[in-house]
């Protein structure tokens, strides 16, 4: 079953209204928001509105969000591309596993599905992510999908009233 966007236990896939009660639980989890870029809950008509919308083509919308799903079809989680630059060849990766699912190993099979895709279908040169400094759980992740720490922004997040150092990695093919 392996294959572009697929291995032997998770596949990644365009996301689908079904998808919306899913994703409004994930994206409006509070605990993570630190981690990505939410600073507002997002309304179920906005993520239907973002699926109604999104045209799957990374070079139109300059990003990329899929579905991660086992193969059974149980939905895992989301990894996304973006901030793509088709002119230097690169983007951003994010990753979102639902709690229940995580340290079972699917996100590092989601990085390394969308790695591949990225490397050998849209030919990127690079991909690279930013870790809050202290997310030891996602550093191993990316660690080992084969990215390199490359420098650290200093109170880069605002986490209350304060502020939190971010890693920076990169993974060059």
Known sequence: MEGLLKSERVRLRALEMSDVDAIFVWDNDTEVWQYGCNSAP??????????????SDIYAD??????????????????????????????????????????????????????????HYLGLHQLAVEIPVGNERSVRLFEHCGFKQSGIMRDWLKTGLHYADMLLMQRVF
């Not at 899929?66 to 951003?92: C, H, K, Q």
């Open 62 to 119: 300059r990003q990329l969000r899929l579905m991660i799903e086992s193969t059974a079809g149980e939905r895992i989680g989301v990894v996304d591309l973006y901030n793509f630059s088709p002119f230097d060849l690169r983007a951003w990766v994010g990753i979102l596993i639902s709690p229940e699912q995580r340290g079972h190993g699917y996100g590092i099979e989601a990085v390394r599905l969308i790695a591949d895709y990225a490397e």
């Open 42 to 55: 997002y309304s179920r008509h906005q993520i239907e509105n973002y699926i109604a919308t999104n045209t």
